[in-house]
């Protein structure tokens, strides 16, 4: 039989504590405001910075992962 692995992505609306609780695992994302990068810690203190920067007029951009990050995760 086959193990099965249960992976989402950051933005699944799990903290990060939530999904190690329940053995899923997440792949970061990553996004950036005023051209700094950060990766999404999954974390609800600093999901409460993203959004009060959004709700003072910053906009986030967002992107997926890049190959070498797709190729590390799966290894």
């Known amino acids: 039989m086959k193990e099965t692995v249960i992976t989402v992505?950051?933005?699944c609306d799990m903290?990060?504590?939530d999904c190690?609780?329940?053995n899923v695992f997440p792949?970061?994302?990553k996004y950036s405001i005023d051209n700094v990068v950060y990766e999404?810690?999954?974390n609800e203190e600093?999901?409460?910075i993203f959004y009060d920067k959004m709700r003072s007029?910053?906009?986030p951009k967002t992107s997926q992962i890049n190959v070498?990050?797709?190729v590390d995760f799966w290894t």
């Open 9 to 11: 992505d950051s933005s």
């Open 15 to 17: 903290l990060l504590e």
């Open 20 to 22: 190690e609780k329940i």
């Open 27 to 29: 792949i970061k994302l």
């Open 40 to 42: 999404d810690s999954m």
């Open 46 to 48: 600093k999901q409460k």
């Open 57 to 59: 007029g910053i906009m």
């Open 68 to 70: 070498g990050e797709f």
